[in-house]
């Protein structure tokens, strides 16, 4: 039985959606973490490769699939937690997975939201890692 599935999603192209009901704290989906870049490999790649790079924990992660497909929203239902998708509430099988990307963005995302949610920002903009604290 998998966990998860990849369809096509209403908020854009392909997202990862719950095969089976997930519980608050339950991971979603581990990472594959065998791509962490360095800033100069990251800085060679195309801007269509950065859109899945995840910056955490000081790290350019290439996101592999099925995790490079979680799609964005103001209002997820996962937080990143040791290269792992983590449910912060309760999710349903069938629904969609998602995680707010500005906790892990580069310089170069900067994008529309289309989440529709709610609590919807609108767009997405990079936040500078917290280096100093
Ligand atoms: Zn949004």
Redesign the pocket.
Known sequence: MPDIVVKKSRISGIGVFAARDFKEGDIVLKWDTGYILTKAEFEKMTREDKRYITFFDKKYVFMQPPERYVN????PNTIGKDFCDVANKDISKGEEITSDYSDYADEDLNFE?????K??????KYQAPKDNI
């Not at 964005?72 to 209002?75: A, D, L, P, Q, V």
């Open positions: 964005h929203s103001c209002n939201c289309r989440c529709k949610g609590s919807c920002k609108g767009f997405v």
